[in-house]
């Protein structure tokens, strides 16, 4: 497998000197700093009301985006109930080194928003195929013709359409709103691309407010609480469009026919926050837990760019303060700190170890901000895993483990997954019944898990 995934250099790179590793570390703690997030947002809106603007939300769609449609959906309920002015702008999806798995990432986005639409009082077809070429574009010229307050009134029918395969739905709406040229369709997206690009950003579903990004309805909670913060709120009796979902364990407990795997990461800052709380669902449910450890993604493979980086790192931040989970203190672990640590997993999980192993890891390079590029830094993890330093030694540097991290990693790709951290739930058959990806979905299948005990009562 070392031979398999190559050293990319620069943003991307696996083994970063140790000069550079201290560096990065610094950067990014420093900007999860909470009291620097409330002098930046104090900083933004005094030059809002010195300058007279009014609160501007723009919003970046992307037509063949599950989770842009999820959006779309929010876009009338916004404007009514803040007081923004809503700028609206066309985009492709991610761009070079920006997009690690485009394909699986579309596919994703249709079958992830089919199982949370409900939750959110939103609609999205379940077990259809991805629209076709030819209506994407329909759909993106429709799109292309209307200005910001056409695009938020019509924008949920034309994706609808799109989404639900219905031609004459779609060809009823180009006749009535009218199509864009392919000169100004391209003009469009290309603008779009520009403005997302110039802010810093790479994703369709982007909602941007004064320096902060917020992705689709998942993230919209964020952007409403800081709205409503400032006062930039109409109607602030009224709850939230898009509350934060919350992980509900139920009163069921099963009897372990239920399998939960994890696929968890070393260096992902979202399983950082998020391996330690699957870990308590399993318990409090009774499943089988099966963990299954994965290279980090610049470790496989996959590129990466600091403004992903940044974004990720920012974004996990202010989930854990949601979650109440702590978070931040960084020290990167990359490359030879996270192939020591999976070293020595295997003999950890001889002693029944593994998960403590792993969660001590995060915690070092997540909480604690310890360097665990060193021996001082490992024999940390390793004490507070509940393991024997000197025992430890004698196995760390160690083959062996390689194939069974490649297994998982191919494994979750079965699954239409590649980032970590993601989840399967398997039935008693071993049976995928749902595969999601990412720490905001524990609370989906901790609903699944619960659904799925219901059936055994009925």
């Known amino acids: 497998m070392s031979d398999q995934f190559k050293e990319q250099g620069g943003t991307s790179t696996m083994d970063p000197s140790p000069l550079r590793r201290w560096i990065a570390s610094k950067f990014m703690t420093s900007i999860v700093d909470p009291e620097k997030l409330k002098k930046t947002r104090r900083k933004e809106e005094l030059g809002r009301v010195k300058s007279g603007a009014m609160h501007v939300v723009e919003y970046f769609h992307q037509v063949d985006d599950g989770y842009s449609h999820l959006a779309a959906q929010m876009l009338k309920a916004l ?14 999806g991610p761009l070079g080194a920006n997009a690690a798995e485009p394909e699986l990432l579309i596919e994703l986005s249709r079958y992830d928003s089919s199982k949370i639409a409900h939750y959110y009082g939103l609609t999205f077809p379940d077990n259809l195929p991805s629209p076709s070429q030819a209506n994407i574009d329909l759909a993106t010229s429709i799109c292309a013709a209307l200005d910001a307050q056409g695009f938020v009134n019509n924008a949920k029918p034309i994706g609808e359409a799109l989404w639900s395969s219905n031609d004459n739905a779609l060809a009823s709406l180009a006749e009535a709103l ?11 997206i290309e603008a779009g691309n520009a403005r997302r690009a110039q802010l810093k950003h790479y994703s369709g579903a982007m909602f941007y407010y004064a320096g902060e990004w917020y992705w689709g309805v998942d993230r919209l909670y964020h952007l409403e609480d800081r709205l409503s913060s400032i006062g930039a709120v109409r109607h602030p009796q009224m709850p939230l469009i898009a509350p934060r979902q919350e992980i509900i364990v139920g009163d069921s407990r099963d009897d372990g026919s239920l399998t939960l795997e994890v696929f968890a990461s070393l260096r992902s800052p979202y399983t950082s926050i998020a391996f330690d709380r699957a870990i308590a669902l399993a318990e409090a449910t009774g499943v089988t837990l099966h963990v299954r450890p994965v290279l980090p993604m610049v470790m496989r493979g996959v590129s990466a760019t600091t403004e992903k980086g940044i974004y990720i790192f920012t974004d996990t931040a202010r989930e854990a303060r949601a979650a109440g989970v702590p978070y ?7 490359g030879e700190p996270v192939r020591r640590c999976y070293s020595l997993y295997p003999w950890a999980c001889s002693l029944g170890k593994g998960n403590q192993l792993l969660s001590s890891f995060l915690s070092a390079a997540f909480v604690d901000g310890v360097n665990t590029n060193n021996d001082k830094g490992l024999r940390s993890v390793i004490e507070n895993a509940g393991l024997d330093w000197q025992l430890a030694k004698e196995c760390v540097g160690q083959d062996g483990w390689q194939q069974a991290l490649e297994d998982n990693r191919l494994a979750m790709y079965d699954s239409g997954l590649w980032g970590a951290p993601s989840f399967r739930l398997l039935d008693r058959d071993k049976t995928p019944v749902l595969a999601l990806w990412g720490q905001d979905r524990l609370w989906l299948i901790a609903q699944e898990i619960q659904q799925q005990l219901a059936l055994r009562i009925e």
């Open 79 to 92: 404007t009514e109930k803040y007081d923004i002015e809503l700028e609206c702008h066309l985009v492709s």
């Open 178 to 188: 009218g199509c864009a040229s392919e000169s100004d369709l391209q003009e469009k």
């Open 328 to 334: 931040g203190n960084f020290y990167d672990p990359i």
